[in-house]
Each structure stands twice: as structure tokens, then as C-alpha cells.
């Protein structure tokens, strides 16, 4: 594969009016939100939660691609093939969470760097063998008054940029992601200050690698005030706030930028996304959506563990991709949630975040 092969599995990523399901949760997360329902969480259940996604009828024309974790990638659909091929003969691409896991940071045990470099060159060889067209990394970030350490920023940057040019070198289309966490009681301007730097050090670590910026894309957190902070800005500001750090620190190159939803509601995920592509003036990459939460937990809620649930399941998780998918061309409007299939647009649990 050259780095035109990488250029356009990353362009058919962020075609348009299309996203990411992220749906990469490891055992013990995914355990953590069937448990919140009731649900047993046993290598056949979380199959058949994921094979609901994955067959979703319809849901391709919004999805590009999905993250797979390590179990699922291994799995097959309950008519047999490889759940990857059941991604493929749909026309969406199979994607691989490739880290494992964000670790205490030694000398700053408030903070974690992501590992999982050990070996990674064989295990991408095996995820390529396996149907994978694309891999996820994701470095977490604590924001205070005093975080990130300098020390923080400079390990994740570094992991993230052996990380992709492994990737690179494997055939897979490397999806970076520095999440700065909306945790805490920081202001809008405090997360954008902080997400500005991570960017600044992310990319410097990436050109110093020598990553073709063609053939990735970046998946950041929306600038947003921490969950308890007393002002919430509005839409708009964060869309505005949002586009400006993107515009300050990721260059041209990347051909796409496709958000993680972080804990927000799965609306006002999709309201975000939609202000951002609604803002005037330059916009070199595409913004669309790579989410987790924000797609999954209305399905998870309709499906909840019953087999005769599995349609309702489906069609809850078809309604918000087509919701984000319009939302990534700025023509999401309150009208298309009229169409909901859900009466209620479930809380999210905020401690479902992955480890
Ligand atoms: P959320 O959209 O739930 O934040 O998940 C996205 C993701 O892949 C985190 O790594």
C-alpha cells in the first residue's frame, strides 16, 4: 500500500455526509454498561450487541467505519463469517483499537500515558491479515489548574506518533486521538488553551516521525467548559471556540478531523457537530463524527439484552447515524429527532468512559 492507498481509505472515511462508529469498548467497559442495564455481559451477548450494529439495515449510507476491539475483530456473525467481513460486505471499512489501555503516569500518578507499543508492529500485521483497514490510539489527557504536565503531553505525543507511523508501515490508516477530558470545573477557554497545546505537541511529534498527514486523521475532543463548571457556553460558542483551536493547529494535510462524543449528550453531540459545519470560512479537512457513547447508548437502551428487542436496537442506532450524517454536512435540524425512535434521549453515564 503507498501512501495514496492510505490517502484514500482516510478520504472514503469522511466521504460525505458519512462518520466512525466507535464501538471498540473494552470487556471491562462494555461489561460496565450492559451491567447499568441489567445486562449479562458474556462473549456471546456482546457479540450479538455488536453484530446489532454492524447488520444494522440502511446504516452504511451514514457510516464509513467502525472500531472493532481485539475480541471482536475475532468473532463471528451468528450466520458465520468473520464479523469484520459482515462490516465489509456492507461497504463499511473494519477498523482495530490498537492501544491498551491509559496507565498512571509515573511521577504523576493524577495522570496516565497510553501503552501498548510493545509488539504493536506484529499485531497491526495480524489486524491487516485480518480485513483491518484503519486503527485507533487514544491518549487521555487530565485538565486542571495545574495539568497536563509538560511531561504528560510530550510521552502521549510520542506514543501517539510511533503509533501511527507503525501504522503507516502496516497498511493502516493511523486515527490519533488526544482526548482532553471534560471532567472538572474548568472554563471553555481553559479546555481550548490545553487542547491548542496538545495539538501543537501531537502534530510536532508526528512531523518529527515523519507521518504523512494525507493518510491519517485526527480524532479530537470538542472544546467545551468541564462538566462542572458553572457557565456552559452555548452551541454556538462551542462550535466557534471548537473550529478556531482546529484552524490554529492542524494543518491542511489531514484530510479529515472526526470528533469523539467524550460523556456529551448524544443531542448535543450531534447539535455540536452540526454548528461546527454550519460556521462560515476555511475548513481544509472534513468534521465529521467518530462516537462512541453518542451513537450507541440509545440503542443499547432499546435493545437491552432481549433478542426480540434486536429491530428496535437497530433502528435506534440508525436514527442517531442518520442524525450525525446530517449533522456532519450542517443539515441536522430538531425536526429530524421528531422521527425518533426513542421516546427519550438516554442520560448518559459518564463513568462509561473506556479504560
Ligand atoms: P465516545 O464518543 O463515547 O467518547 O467514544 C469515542 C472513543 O472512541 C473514545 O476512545
Given at each position: 500500500m503507498t501512501s495514496r492507498d492510505l490517502e484514500s481509505v482516510a478520504l472514503m472515511l469522511v466521504s460525505e455526509g458519512k462518520g466512525i462508529l466507535a464501538a471498540d469498548e473494552t470487556t471491562p467497559t462494555l461489561t460496565k454498561r450492559f451491567d447499568a442495564l441489567g445486562i449479562q455481559s458474556t462473549e456471546q451477548s456482546r457479540r450479538t450487541y455488536r453484530e446489532m450494529l454492524f447488520t444494522c439495515p440502511g446504516a452504511a449510507e451514514f457510516i464509513s467505519g467502525a472500531i472493532m476491539y481485539d475480541e471482536t475483530i475475532r468473532q463471528k456473525s451468528s450466520g458465520g463469517a468473520p464479523l469484520a467481513e459482515a462490516l465489509t460486505v456492507q461497504g463499511i471499512l473494519p477498523g482495530i483499537k490498537v492501544d491498551t489501555g491509559a496507565k498512571a503516569l509515573a511521577g504523576s500518578p493524577e495522570e496516565t500515558v497510553t501503552e501498548g507499543l510493545d509488539g504493536l508492529r506484529d499485531r497491526l500485521r495480524e489486524y491487516r491479515g485480518m480485513g483491518a483497514r484503519f486503527a485507533k490510539w487514544r491518549a487521555v489527557i487530565h485538565l486542571s489548574?495545574?495539568?497536563?504536565s509538560a511531561a504528560c503531553v510530550s510521552a502521549n505525543a510520542h506514543a501517539l506518533a510511533r503509533y501511527a507511523s507503525l501504522c503507516q508501515e502496516q497498511e493502516l490508516v493511523p486515527i490519533v486521538e488526544p482526548e482532553v477530558l471534560m471532567?472538572?470545573?474548568?472554563t471553555i477557554e481553559r479546555c481550548e488553551e490545553v487542547t491548542g497545546m496538545v495539538l501543537h505537541a501531537v502534530f510536532h511529534a508526528l512531523f518529527e516521525h515523519g507521518?504523512?498527514?494525507?493518510?491519517m486523521l485526527l480524532k479530537p475532543n470538542m472544546i467545551l467548559a468541564g462538566t462542572e463548571c458553572a457557565r456552559q457556553a452555548p452551541v454556538e460558542e462551542v462550535a466557534r471556540a471548537t473550529l478556531r483551536c482546529l484552524r490554529r493547529?492542524?494543518?491542511?494535510?489531514?484530510?479529515g478531523i472526526v470528533f469523539l462524543s467524550?460523556?456529551?449528550?448524544a443531542r448535543l453531540a450531534t447539535a455540536h457537530l452540526n454548528a461546527i459545519n454550519r460556521l462560515p470560512g476555511a475548513k481544509p479537512w472534513k468534521a465529521s463524527f467518530s462516537y462512541g457513547r453518542a451513537l450507541q447508548d440509545p440503542a443499547l437502551e432499546a435493545w437491552h439484552g432481549r433478542d426480540a428487542n434486536l429491530p428496535a436496537g437497530q433502528r435506534a442506532f440508525h436514527h442517531r447515524a442518520r442524525c450525525n450524517g446530517a449533522a456532519s454536512v450542517g443539515k441536522?435540524?430538531?425536526?429530524?429527532?421528531?422521527?425518533?425512535?426513542?421516546a427519550d434521549d438516554p442520560l448518559h453515564s459518564r463513568d462509561w468512559r473506556d479504560d
Amino acid at each position: 500500500m503507498t501512501s495514496r492507498d492510505l490517502e484514500s481509505v482516510a478520504l472514503m472515511l469522511v466521504s460525505e455526509g458519512k462518520g466512525i462508529l466507535a464501538a471498540d469498548e473494552t470487556t471491562p467497559t462494555l461489561t460496565k454498561r450492559f451491567d447499568a442495564l441489567g445486562i449479562q455481559s458474556t462473549e456471546q451477548s456482546r457479540r450479538t450487541y455488536r453484530e446489532m450494529l454492524f447488520t444494522c439495515p440502511g446504516a452504511a449510507e451514514f457510516i464509513s467505519g467502525a472500531i472493532m476491539y481485539d475480541e471482536t475483530i475475532r468473532q463471528k456473525s451468528s450466520g458465520g463469517a468473520p464479523l469484520a467481513e459482515a462490516l465489509t460486505v456492507q461497504g463499511i471499512l473494519p477498523g482495530i483499537k490498537v492501544d491498551t489501555g491509559a496507565k498512571a503516569l509515573a511521577g504523576s500518578p493524577e495522570e496516565t500515558v497510553t501503552e501498548g507499543l510493545d509488539g504493536l508492529r506484529d499485531r497491526l500485521r495480524e489486524y491487516r491479515g485480518m480485513g483491518a483497514r484503519f486503527a485507533k490510539w487514544r491518549a487521555v489527557i487530565h485538565l486542571s489548574d495545574a495539568l497536563p504536565s509538560a511531561a504528560c503531553v510530550s510521552a502521549n505525543a510520542h506514543a501517539l506518533a510511533r503509533y501511527a507511523s507503525l501504522c503507516q508501515e502496516q497498511e493502516l490508516v493511523p486515527i490519533v486521538e488526544p482526548e482532553v477530558l471534560m471532567d472538572g470545573p474548568h472554563t471553555i477557554e481553559r479546555c481550548e488553551e490545553v487542547t491548542g497545546m496538545v495539538l501543537h505537541a501531537v502534530f510536532h511529534a508526528l512531523f518529527e516521525h515523519g507521518i504523512a498527514l494525507e493518510g491519517m486523521l485526527l480524532k479530537p475532543n470538542m472544546i467545551l467548559a468541564g462538566t462542572e463548571c458553572a457557565r456552559q457556553a452555548p452551541v454556538e460558542e462551542v462550535a466557534r471556540a471548537t473550529l478556531r483551536c482546529l484552524r490554529r493547529h492542524v494543518p491542511a494535510a489531514v484530510p479529515g478531523i472526526v470528533f469523539l462524543s467524550g460523556g456529551q449528550n448524544a443531542r448535543l453531540a450531534t447539535a455540536h457537530l452540526n454548528a461546527i459545519n454550519r460556521l462560515p470560512g476555511a475548513k481544509p479537512w472534513k468534521a465529521s463524527f467518530s462516537y462512541g457513547r453518542a451513537l450507541q447508548d440509545p440503542a443499547l437502551e432499546a435493545w437491552h439484552g432481549r433478542d426480540a428487542n434486536l429491530p428496535a436496537g437497530q433502528r435506534a442506532f440508525h436514527h442517531r447515524a442518520r442524525c450525525n450524517g446530517a449533522a456532519s454536512v450542517g443539515k441536522y435540524s430538531d425536526a429530524m429527532e421528531a422521527a425518533s425512535p426513542t421516546a427519550d434521549d438516554p442520560l448518559h453515564s459518564r463513568d462509561w468512559r473506556d479504560d
